[in-house]
């Protein structure tokens, strides 16, 4: 209890608001006594230190779950709130309307009618006018001399995954749609206006997350709105019809022209003739078929608009279903049965057109910085076209978008340091599987891949060329460039995809052109050291040994040449030659696997063996002539063979112009020459 006790005392020093780290540690350090007691103070610290972390996930987790609560009671009383002020508003709008109705209610009959009406009307459009200049902020429209049909409030909602957006007002006028935004505090903001006849509605149907919706389609694009309850939904789209209309229906009250007599008056006047005649027993007259309007199904009748509403919906398949059952249905034995089929045939064939129009921009739109994710979106829009029989449209949108996605990493990669070799032939190997995959069936499709593949290809050499393969790049950056090249390339082969002649083809000009470059830049560094034409002194052993097992890497011996502890039986420079001669090999062997490439590669090896080879010391300095022959020869016998053999392992082609080369030098050396010595001369006989 008293341990207890202590330590609540001591972990309630932190709490202090005067806490001092540096006095705690001091007293801290004072009070224990050796290791033991500070490791157990520092064990209650952190115990101290887990308990506060655990109240403090407790307390938050405590805190932002009443946050939401009051968040969701807040929601809650402003819908309450705005559905009193949206009542009251009605109510506001019925009581002037029965005020201003009680001084015209004394008139006659048959001018009471129209009159009443007429200034019920006025009355009434003379409030609304009143309304919207008093309430809407930022309207400067002109509401004179126009028919007020409608207001209310609705919730604007995201065509994606209706979500609401906002909150909005309306007010309805024969000619005029003002849509008002609702603030905060109760007032509206004018947003925009639109002209009935030039917008579109579209009933929604309800589903499990909305419920009571219309979709506008407006000049500006489709709107989704919700309404708070399904009269008030039924109500707007009436109103909506009927101030599309209204200058129709207007022009039809004032009286139609009078109409033919029909069969059926003269019927009823043939009834009306005297009991003799209509006693006569009538004539058989052949009944009339039943009218081929009952004999086409409700769904059929409705299936542009149905097909309207799921495509706004973005249920893309149910669409493109229900496009294919009334075509087979329209097409079928029920064609004679249905009057209307040619009407319904053609309103299903634009609302396919226009369902085909939405899924290329959907494809179009799903590029993506990542390719996988690209892909991904591009499957559901991609699968809907080729089940619509829609193959070029499709993959020429497709392979646009892949090619977006593929630059666009290519550009990150390039930003980043990375391997875009690697990178871009396994994006385009995946590009071409998914494509195949998707295309099957329609080999017809796979020239357009082809084509692609070949566009791309050239792009991605043009970018190797003029990012890596510039001028003044070194022999061996470039035969390490274009080995991450093609080893990559071949994996399209797997797919039946050869693209490597192709991509040789295309690196083929910049390549010679390198190797020349490097041709020359190595000819002329050739003979620019001085050398002493002595032996190498390697001044230690360790140095002779690290140079013997470089050259082993190589795949030469110079074993023999070791003499001493530290000396090589060679001149410097050639040692130094053999070194990069075998080197360079390497480079030129992993080059020459393009045959193309094969006869400039060897001629820069012959070149610049021979520039090597063809060193004499200048004639004033005095050298031994058999240590210069022996040079010249060990290069001859042992590093030329080595050369030719690594070239054909690395290149699996001949080299038969350093073979060549071989044979001929081989013959030209002969036996060491003499030493120069001195010969004493003289005349006596």
Known sequence: MASAAVYSNNMKEFDDFNFSVDKYTKELTRECVGGSDLQQRKKEIEAYNETTAATLKQTCKKNYMEFIQTAKEISHLESEMYQLSHILIEQRNILATMTDGKATSRLKADSVEAESSAAADDVQNSHATRAVKEMVQGFNGNLEGKTFLNEGALIELDANDYRPIQRVFFFLFNDVLIVCKVKHDKRLDFLTEYDPKKIAVINIKDLDGVKNAINIITPDGSKIYQSITAAGKTEWIEKLEEAFRFDQQKKSKKGQAPQPPTRAKQQ???????????????????????????????????????????????????????????????????????????????????????LINVLLKELSNSHNRNLQIALRAAKRPLKILVEMGRYRQASATLLKVCAVSLRVSQREARRNNADISELFFCDLTQVACDYLTAFEQQPACVSALVVWCNAELQYFASQLI???????????????????????????TEIGLDISYHLEGLLRTTLEALIEESKERLLDSVGRTEESWQPYNLQTKSNLKRLLLELDVLGIDVRAQATGDTWMNLTQSTVVFIRHFLQLTEHCGGLAKCETLLQKLE???????????????????????????????????????????????????????????????????????????????????
């Open 268 to 354: 009823s006047s043939k009834s009306s003739t005297p009991e003799k005649v209509s006693s006569t027993p009538p004539l058989e007259t052949p009944t009339e078929p039943k009218s081929l309007e009952d004999e086409t199904p409700e769904w059929l009748s409705t299936a542009s608009e149905e097909i309207q509403t799921l495509v706004a919906q973005r249920h893309f398949e149910d669409a493109q279903e229900l496009i294919k059952r009334t075509q087979q249905y329209v097409k079928g034995e029920n064609r004679k049965m249905v009057t209307q089929a040619e009407s319904i045939e053609s309103k299903v064939k634009q609302q396919e057109l226009k």
């Open 466 to 492: 003029k990012h890596y393969l510039t001028k003044g790049t070194s022999l061996e950056t470039v035969a390490k460039c274009v080995e991450r090249v093609r080893k990559p390339s071949t994996k399209l």
């Open 603 to 685: 001629l820069l090896l012959k070149e610049l063996f021979i520039a090597h080879h063809s060193l004499k010391p200048p004639s004033d300095m005095a050298v031994d002539p058999n240590f210069v022959m022996k040079n010249k020869i060990f290069l001859v016998d042992n590093l030329l063979p080595i050369a030719i053999d690594k070239f054909r392992q690395i290149s699996g082609r001949q080299c038969e112009i350093l073979r060549e080369l071989h044979t001929k030098m081989s013959r030209q050396h002969g036996a060491p020459l003499p030493r120069q010595r001195s010969v004493y001369t003289t005349d006596v006989f």
